[in-house]
């Protein structure tokens, strides 16, 4: 079982927002990044994209480790077979990396693997193990790996894209996890959380909520990142 200082920590700020960085202005990332960290957010998400496993190919270990900032790294591999890659990423500094439970055959021992891993940035800090569900994978599938992952992480949209619209049994699906795994798990909800329903998510009992398209639209991110803040009270 890997160190739980940032599993308590996060535990004990939830709800939070993670935000993607695949819309973002990366000729100035550096800047995005601290539009970010002023407004108090505390996670940025990855999108790994391979173009296998989804349709779309996005960045890889080298954008992760090359993002010099203070908010924690929260990688979603969306990526066939991650077991042999898995090391890269958090050699590049994820602090959480989450895996799908789709894109192997063997996902309990990638999770053992990873519990096994230490987080490069501080090994004190522990390493979160996150398991992503895509909207049409059973929650029973994953009862048998709840004790080898720290985060599961819903996605209320198919894999591959911003931008998307929320896939409403997404609510029903939280709510049936949350009664699988009480609180000793922490749970996300990635993919068209916007403005309109960041609130209500939150109030479902999500821990960690997903979002990129609803604050890099391109045009007004840190009023956007503001009102995302304030809709959950932080
Ligand atoms: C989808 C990704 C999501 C997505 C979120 O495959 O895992 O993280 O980029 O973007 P929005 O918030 O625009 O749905
Ligand atoms: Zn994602």
Do not use: Y
């Amino acid at each position: 079982m890997p160190n739980r200082q940032l599993f308590d920590q996060l535990r004990a700020t939830a709800p939070q927002i993670s935000v993607g960085v695949l819309t973002a202005d990366w000729m100035s990332l550096g800047t995005e990044l601290k539009l970010l960290e002023n407004a108090g957010v505390k996670l940025l998400h990855f999108d790994v994209m391979d173009g296998c496993f989804c349709p779309a190919m996005t960045l890889g270990a080298p954008l992760i480790k090359g993002a010099k900032t203070p908010l924690l790294k929260d990688v979603h591999l969306m990526i066939d077979e991650p077991l042999s890659k898995v090391d890269s990423f958090v050699a590049a500094g994820a602090d959480i990396i989450t895996v799908h439970a789709e894109s192997t055959r063997h996902v309990h021992r990638l999770l053992q693997v990873l519990g096994k891993m230490p987080n490069a940035n501080d090994p004190n800090r522990g390493l979160i193990r996150g398991l992503a569900v895509n909207p049409g994978t059973p929650l029973e599938s994953i009862e048998p790996l709840l004790g080898e992952l720290e985060l599961v992480l819903l996605l209320a949209v198919n894999p591959g894209w911003g931008g998307q619209q929320f896939i409403p049994s997404t609510r029903a699906r939280l709510a049936r996890l949350r009664q699988m795994t009480g609180d000793s798990i922490l749970l996300g909800v990635d993919g068209g959380i916007t403005r309109d329903n960041v609130a209500e998510v939150a109030r479902m009992g999500a821990d960690i909520m997903v979002t990129g398209s609803a604050v890099f639209d391109g045009k007004a991110p840190l009023e956007n990142v503001r009102f995302m803040m304030n809709a959950i009270g932080k």
